[in-house]
């Protein structure tokens, strides 16, 4: 019984570099949120998505960031040409249905993105 | 628009004590709260959740907290702390249904 699955666990990007994090929702999860935690900082929310949607993107960046959740496969947030500002640890997690006072939201383990 | 502040940054504490972390919370409209712990090098886990109802909530592994709106606090309480405690414990409030606002953390190191 896989739990939400990122890859990679560690990133290291030289500046103008892009990255690409990968998450996939537990089993029989349609509902997918990015959170980003930077140093000595809680975790703050980027988007949200369900699948071939973005339902919203308040949270992102206005420039370089992109997430997607296409019918098949991960739920992919890119991020172009990176900065150092952009080393953080990026959180995916995912829901069943919308709706916190259903139960949770379920983590995973996090990607971990060095800017050099 | 909510806000949390977790009081304290790092807690230490010996095994066997009971520990507490304050959580205060800043938000205009009815929230959701709760709390949350990472362990080292792990995602983040739910220990426990206020949707409503009675306003002393108990959670997993022995945790429980208590919802005070007149104080807008959430604090957390664990009467007797194990080694494996050790972590990151983080307070969120959320006002919808996906949009969770994070406190800072509180890092309880737990020493035999």
């Known amino acids: 019984n896989a739990g939400v699955m990122q890859n990679p666990r560690h990133l290291v990007r030289r500046r103008g570099q892009e990255a690409r994090l990968r998450c996939s929702p537990m089993?029989?999860?349609?509902?997918v949120y990015w959170y980003r935690q930077l140093p000595e900082e809680g975790l703050k929310f980027m988007v949200y998505?369900?699948?071939?949607?973005?339902?919203?993107e308040s949270g992102m960046p206005k420039e370089r960031f992109s997430a997607e959740f296409p019918k098949e496969g991960p739920s992919i947030l890119r991020i172009q040409q990176v900065v150092r500002g952009d080393s953080a640890a990026y959180f995916c997690?995912?829901?069943?249905?919308?709706?916190?006072?259903?139960?949770?939201?379920?983590f995973g383990e996090g990607s971990r993105l060095t800017v050099l | 628009a909510q806000s949390v502040t977790q009081l304290d940054s790092q807690v230490p504490v010996f095994e066997e004590a009971p520990v507490e972390l304050r959580c205060n919370y800043s938000?205009?409209?009815?929230?959701?709260l709760f709390w949350y712990v990472q362990y080292p090098n792990q995602g983040l886990q739910l220990l426990l959740k206020?949707?409503?109802?009675?306003?002393l909530v108990k959670g997993i592994n022995g945790f429980e907290a208590e919802f005070n709106k007149s104080q807008t606090s959430f604090h957390l309480r664990k009467p007797s702390v194990h080694i494996s405690d050790t972590a990151e414990y983080f307070c969120?409030?959320?006002?919808?249904?996906?949009?969770?606002?994070f406190g800072a953390g509180t890092t309880v190191t737990v020493r035999a």
């Open positions: 997690a995912s829901s069943p249905q919308t709706g916190l006072n259903t139960g949770e939201l379920f």
């Open positions: 089993k029989g999860h349609s509902h």
């Open positions: 998505l369900q699948k071939e949607n973005i339902i919203d």
């Open positions: 938000s205009s409209v009815s929230v959701y």
């Open positions: 206020y949707l409503s109802g009675s306003t």
């Open positions: 969120a409030v959320s006002s919808n249904d996906y949009k969770l606002s």
